[in-house]
T-cell receptor, first 113, second 110 residues
Framework: DSGVTQTPKHLITATGQRVTLRCSPR?????VYWYQQSLDQGLQFLIH???????AKGNILERFSAQQFPDLHSELNLSSLELGDSALYFC????????????FGEGSRLTVL | GENVEQHPSTLSVQEGDSAVIKCTYS??????FPWYKQELGKGPQLIID?????GEKKDQRIAVTLNKTAKHFSLHITETQPEDSAVYFC?????????FGSGTRLLVRP
C-alpha cells in the first residue's frame, strides 16, 4: 500500500460527459502528480501541484483541469470526453523529498463509450 | 521538450538468465533516474534509483548504471525469476516532474 488513495477505481461514461477523479496524497506529502496511461502506453505526465500551487504542466489537454485543495487532496476534471480519453489515470505524491521517490496510487480506470 | 527513450519494448528471458533494459534522456540537467515496476492492475512501484553523482548502484539482483556523458542509463536484473515478470519503466527527473520512458514488458519463462 503506497498510501496514495484514488477514487473511483473504475468509471464508465459516455462521450461528451464530464468526470472528476480524486486523489489523496500520502500523509505529509505536499506534492501531487497526475499521469495518464493509455492502453499499452507509457506514463504521460499531465500536471504537478505543490501545496496548492501548480508547479509544472505536461501535455494536458485544455479539456482537462486540476486543482489541489487546502487539505492537499487533488481533483482531475476531464470534460467533453472523447473515446481517446479512455485510460488509466494515476496520481502520485512525494517527489520533492530528498529521495525524489514518487508513490503511485492504484489508478482510476476511465472508459468512455 | 524533455524526452526519455526506452528499449526494448518487450523482453522474454529464460528463468535464471539476465535481463537488460536501456534508456536515454534528453535533458542534460536531469539528476535523478528511478526505475519503476508495474504489475498487472497496480500502480508503478519504485525498485531502484540512481543520482547523477553515482555511476552504478546495486541492490541484490538489481543494478543500475548511469553514463552522464552519453545520457543513458540501464537496468540489469540477474538470476531472473517468474515474479520479475512485469512492465518496467525508466524515468528522468526534469525540473519539477518525472518523465517516463515508454516501458518494457518483461516475461520470465519458467
Amino acid at each position: 500500500d503506497s498510501g496514495v488513495t484514488q477514487t473511483p477505481k473504475h468509471l464508465i461514461t459516455a462521450t461528451g460527459q464530464r468526470v472528476t477523479l480524486r486523489c489523496s496524497p500520502r500523509s505529509g506529502d505536499l506534492s501531487v502528480y497526475w499521469y495518464q496511461q493509455s492502453l499499452d502506453q507509457g506514463l504521460q505526465f499531465l500536471i504537478h501541484y505543490y501545496n496548492g500551487e501548480e508547479r509544472a504542466k505536461g501535455n494536458i489537454l485544455e479539456r482537462f483541469s486540476a486543482q489541489q485543495f487546502p487539505d492537499l487532496h487533488s481533483e482531475l476534471n476531464l470534460s467533453s470526453l472523447e473515446l481517446g480519453d479512455s485510460a488509466l489515470y494515476f496520481c502520485a505524491s512525494g517527489g520533492l523529498t530528498n529521495t525524489g521517490e514518487l508513490f503511485f496510487g492504484e489508478g482510476s480506470r476511465l472508459t468512455v463509450l | 521538450g524533455e524526452n526519455v527513450e526506452q528499449h526494448p519494448s518487450t523482453l522474454s528471458v529464460q528463468e535464471g538468465d539476465s535481463a537488460v533494459i536501456k534508456c536515454t534522456y534528453s535533458d542534460s540537467a536531469s539528476n535523478y533516474f528511478p526505475w519503476y515496476k508495474q504489475e498487472l492492475g497496480k500502480g508503478p512501484q519504485l525498485i531502484i534509483d540512481i543520482r547523477s553523482n553515482v555511476g552504478e548502484k546495486k541492490d541484490q539482483r538489481i543494478a543500475v548504471t548511469l553514463n552522464k556523458t552519453a545520457k543513458h542509463f540501464s537496468l540489469h536484473i540477474t538470476e531472473t525469476q517468474p515474479e520479475d515478470s512485469a512492465v518496467y519503466f525508466c524515468a528522468a527527473r526534469s525540473s519539477y516532474k518525472l518523465i517516463f520512458g515508454s516501458g518494457t514488458r518483461l516475461l520470465v519463462r519458467p
